[in-house]
Nanobody, 123 residues
């Protein structure tokens, strides 16, 4: 199985910065895409940013230019640097990884989710 552990959330004033981390562990053979999603109260979960194993990037229009996603393949870790935070960025942030596990090498990879970390931006 695969476990994703997120860290780095918290309370910050508008204009501030936070850095989220998500470390994957377990029976990992390879990780394809890694991404961050968020869900605000009363809203659907939405993509924030994603990065492929080859480094291709995708950002939500609402965070482009303020957030930066990166990954360390050797550590099976994905990061989200969040700058110029706004109150509307307040949400629970989840990481998702598309993983091929060692016991299912010849099956399609599966998506795994972290438990979520709260980010609160005060005005």
């Amino acid at each position: 199985q695969v476990q994703l552990v997120e860290s780095g959330g918290g309370l910050v004033q508008a204009g501030g910065s936070l850095r989220l981390s998500c470390a994957a562990s377990g029976s990992i053979f390879s990780i394809n895409s890694m991404g961050w999603y968020r869900q605000a109260p009363g809203k659907q979960r939405e993509l924030v940013a994603a990065i492929t194993r080859g480094g291709n990037l995708d950002y939500s229009a609402s965070v482009k230019g303020r957030f930066t996603i990166s990954r360390d393949n050797a550590k099976n870790t994905v990061y989200l640097q969040m700058n110029s935070l706004k109150p509307e960025d307040t949400a629970v942030y989840y990481c998702k990884c598309n993983v091929r596990t060692r016991d299912l090498l010849f099956s399609p990879p599966n998506d795994y989710w972290g438990q979520g970390t709260q980010v609160t931006v005060s005005s």
